[in-house]
């Protein structure tokens, strides 16, 4: 054996010798599915959210490889030297096979986490009593739909409660639907209410209507109501933290029910009503409720002629903000929907103000100020800090993201559009994700601008911006515990940055509009957008965005002017280009200006009124440069500490 096995070894290297050295080439063989996959674009599917993640990343790895080989095909053929092939890089094979256990493991934990979520997020820097509130509320979890709850007696009881105040308020009247009349539908949605220590207030099942079936002029007419603005929200907790005012939450039990219905509407008997299994009964509807799309213009102005009632004036800058200034003290309320926030200068004022509502409407009063629209806020001794960590959290969960490995940055500061990007078959996925990042723009300036420009392209989504988006998530897996911090400054002073970035985007070349505001030294408005027109020169596109910086600094005085503060120095607005600030300051127009001459005319007017000062900044220090492109990571980061914006839940 050992003498075979030599002279087989001694004519296989005399036989390969005279053959010609042949690099490896990446192998081409692609299965039909996969390569309908390739050429069709993304499918969706319906086996889980995770796997519209793996398709595409499909797509992404079967073009790369097709084009590798391709590249290698043509150099070989071009070649017409035979020595030439050995200086061929081998081109490495890469794989898109699913990696699964075996099945001899499927019934054993083999799978080891490599960015565990406890590596990148700690409660050892917050007060016991916090951890404990954010503990408590994560353990939390409420049904998704109507055929979860049917294991659940908790959430039963709660269908129950809610259906006997329905009727106990006589919502509703069930009648047989008349002939030539349409009944909308109906769903559960199911809530936990949470008291400021963390403990479960209530477990809450709110009947809503689908609403986007009713018809103009027949089911409904009028449907404006005003919601409070998120920089609302801000501004009242700034100047709340700088005044040593303390903060409170109310909640008001079935609100959209204490509205008046003036609409015939009629509506399908809920999932889980006695009646239900009788498809020609249907209720009538006598008052609002949640859906309607007029139910929160009804309910609104109920509690608007209460408040008013009792001493309050709407705000001129926010319809959603009730005032009240008496000699020695001034209260607030501030309404989104039948959450309401109470702050004001004297606690007696403020508890007989609860008082007061609690006798016109069924409100519960939550205690201090912690758990607000899915925002957490926690307060100490030096101030306010508000983030959206279980928001995240369960974001990435819903996009089988948690256990992703994480980035430094929301985008690639070398990023480039490219518009021959695979168009994506099903955009719905992708207007889903992007929508949630958009709503946690309210407590995260630092991925504002990368939300923007993904949001551009809701309607038409490639590959390439998928990439993107899934980018912004393995940023966000990073940085969950990232927030705002509102200190105590001690003033109400307003001070702003604008700043843009000219011919930023590579397809259409306009320029993106960014700036910051801050009162009583606190961030309370930003705001990252692509101009509507193409700016002829870096000037022209800086001094848009001082225009609409202008615009916000003199809404944010008109705010503050109705909570009593008068202003009476210059708002400061920030700016780093010189011919911009000079356009500003002098009343020059020519032809490089009169096609910007309305915003010139509206600045000019605010800088001679001495209700804006501008003030020029060096690039370097330009906070509104994280809202207009993707920076390098050291400089993001610096930026981001200026602004406020910190991450207390950093395990490091």
């Known amino acids: 054996m050992m003498v075979w096995g030599n002279i087989t070894h001694r004519l296989t290297n005399r036989f390969t010798s005279s053959l010609p050295l042949i690099p490896a080439i990446p192998q081409l063989t692609i299965s039909v599915t996969q390569h309908t996959q390739s050429s069709t674009g993304f499918i969706p599917s319906n086996d889980g959210l995770g796997q519209h993640h793996s398709q595409i990343d499909q797509q992404i790895h079967l073009q790369s490889a097709i084009d590798s080989s391709n590249s290698t095909i ?30 001899r493991m499927q019934d ?18 917050l007060s016991p009593t916090h951890s404990a509130f954010l503990t408590s509320i994560s353990n939390v979890h409420e049904p998704k739909n109507f055929k979860e709850v049917q294991s659940q007696p908790v959430w039963q009881q709660a269908m129950h409660e809610e259906l006997k105040a329905l009727t106990e308020n006589h919502t509703w009247t069930i009648v047989s639907l008349p002939a030539g009349k349409e009944a909308v539908g109906c769903r559960w949605i199911f809530k936990t209410k949470f008291k400021s220590d963390g403990t479960v207030d209530r477990h809450k099942a709110r009947l809503v209507a689908q609403g986007f079936t009713q018809k103009f002029g027949v089911d409904y007419k009028e449907t404006f109501a005003p919601v409070a603005k998120m920089t609302t929200v801000r501004v009242l907790l700034s100047v709340a933290i700088n005044q040593g005012w303390p903060l409170f939450q109310m909640d008001v039990s079935n609100a959209f029910l204490h509205g008046d219905l003036e609409e015939e509407v009629f509506m399908k008997l809920p999932p889980g009503h006695p009646h239900s299994g009788n498809s020609m009964l249907v209720c009538k509807l006598h008052k609002s409720i949640y859906g309607l799309k007029q139910s929160s213009r009804a ?45 004001g200068s004297n606690d007696a004022s403020i508890a007989q103000l609860k008082r007061s509502l609690q006798q016109q409407f069924p409100i519960k009063d939550l205690g201090s100020l912690k758990y607000f629209l899915g925002i957490e806020m926690a307060a100490s001794r030096k101030g306010l800090f508000l983030n959206q960590r279980k928001y995240i959290i369960d974001l ?39 929508g949630k990042l958009i709503y946690l723009t309210i407590t995260r300036p630092d991925i504002t601008f990368a939300v923007s420009l993904v949001s551009g392209y809701m309607h038409a989504p490639t590959v390439q911006h998928f990439g993107m988006v899934k980018h912004i998530l393995r940023y966000l897996k990073g940085t969950i515990g990232r927030g705002i911090v509102m200190t105590h400054n001690g003033h109400n002073n307003i001070m702003g940055y604008a700043d843009s970035d000219w011919a930023g985007n590579s397809l259409d070349r306009r320029s993106t509009t960014g700036y910051c505001m801050f009162v009583g030294g606190n961030l309370v408005s930003w705001k990252s957008k692509k101009q509507s027109v193409v700016a002829r020169s870096s000037a022209e596109a800086e001094y848009h965005a001082m225009a609409s910086a202008a615009c916000e600094l003199i809404w944010l005085k008109q705010l503050l002017a109705d909570f009593g503060f008068h202003g009476v120095t210059p708002m400061t607005l920030f700016c780093d280009n010189q011919a911009a600030m000079h356009i500003a300051s002098n009343p020059v127009f020519h032809e490089r200006t009169k096609h910007i001459e309305v915003d010139c005319h509206y600045i000019l007017q605010q800088v001679q009124a001495k209700l804006i000062q501008p003030q020029y900044v060096c690039s370097h220090d330009q906070l509104a440069d994280v809202l207009t492109k993707a920076l390098p990571s050291t400089q993001f980061h610096r930026l981001l500490r200026k602004l406020g914006s910190t991450n207390p839940l950093d395990p490091a």
């Not at 800058?317 to 001034?330: G, Q, Y």
């Open 74 to 103: 043509n150099h070989i053929s071009n070649s017409k030297l035979p020595g030439a092939l050995d200086a061929l890089p081998v081109t490495r094979r890469v794989s898109i096979r699913t990696r699964q256990p075996p099945s």
């Open 108 to 125: 054993y934990v083999t799978y080891n986490v490599r960015y565990p979520i406890s590596k990148f997020m700690s409660y050892h820097r």
């Open 299 to 343: 309910w609104h102005t109920k509690l608007s002629i209460a408040l008013e009632s009792l001493g309050f004036t709407r705000s001129s800058a926010d319809s959603s903000l009730f005032i009240k200034i008496v000699s020695d003290h001034t209260l607030a309320v501030l309404i989104y929907v039948d959450d309401l926030i109470i702050t």
């Open 396 to 434: 990435l969960q819903d996009v089988d993201m948690l256990h992703t490995k994480p980035v430094a940055n929301p985008l690639d500061s070398k990023l480039t559009l490219d518009s021959s990007s695979e168009s994506l078959v099903s955009c719905t996925y992708y207007q889903q994700i992007v």
